[in-house]
């Protein structure tokens, strides 16, 4: 993050030779904020890879693997016709586990 400005130095430098008015010359100083943008996107982007890399470990937003294996267990448990059926699961503050 911190030679991405530098990086874009150049490509703004471009810039200037078609721009006319207020921002002739100074479109370098663009690269400030769009670096910014562009660091924002990547952080952002790791943030949400690494909250859902692992999606069974059981916090709000991972998939509800034990609902899913009740459901399942007691779907399997009807269709051999028994009696005794474990209950479904609930949620508990509107979040299934």
Do not use: Y
Request: charged share 20%.
């Amino acid at each position: 993050c911190i030679m991405l400005p530098f990086s874009l130095l150049k490509e703004f430098d471009r810039l200037n030779e078609g721009v006319t008015g207020l921002l002739q010359g100074h479109m370098v100083w663009l690269a400030v904020p769009f670096s910014v943008l562009i660091a924002w996107v990547f952080t952002s982007l790791d943030q949400v890879g690494e909250s859902t890399e692992n999606p069974f470990e059981g916090s709000a937003n991972d998939v509800p693997i034990s609902q899913i294996s009740r459901t399942i267990e007691i779907d399997m448990r009807e269709m051999l016709g028994e009696s005794d059926l474990p209950p479904a699961l609930t949620p508990k503050n509107s979040i299934i586990l």
